[in-house]
């Protein structure tokens, strides 16, 4: 199974540090470059891209997962009410982790119950004809 495990922006990050560049293609945009706490793994970015992708907010999305960077392409006048909402998608998209990892560990238990009772049934299907052959050499 997976290994899968939230992710989270940095927090102790020195701002100073953080890639801001004016984007190429949208006039007034910038490009600014979030450190997040490790690298997210496939499942993680999944739920995330559905995360953002179905949010109840309208505007032009442009955000985007590099390694272990969040990319936003917003203008100036957006920045604060995007960045309150990228934390509120890692926030979401982290519980969603939880939830998914609840229900493989569930899938993965019903897997192994499976497989217990087929190991116990073989086993009484071997005794009842070890038992029919004990009985038919009687005879």
Do not use: C
Not at 68 to 78: A, M, N, Q, S
Not at 112 to 136: C, F, N, P, Q, Y
């Amino acid at each position: 199974m997976v290994e899968v495990k939230k992710v989270n922006l940095l927090k102790t990050v020195n701002i100073d540090s953080i890639t801001i560049r004016k984007d190429h293609y949208f006039p007034n945009a910038y490009v600014i470059d979030f450190p997040l706490d490790s690298e997210p793994d496939h499942v993680w970015q999944d739920i995330f891209e559905r995360e953002w992708r179905t949010s109840r907010h309208l505007w032009d999305r442009k955000i985007f997962i590099i390694g272990d960077t969040l990319r936003l392409v917003t203008t100036p006048d957006e920045m604060r009410e995007k960045i309150s909402w990228i934390k509120e998608v890692v926030s979401s998209t982290n519980k969603n982790v939880e939830n998914y990892i609840k229900q493989m560990n569930v899938a993965e238990r019903s897997k192994l119950e499976t497989r217990r009772a087929m190991i116990e049934h073989d086993g009484t299907i071997e005794s009842i004809r070890k038992a029919i052959r004990s009985v038919l050499r009687e005879a």
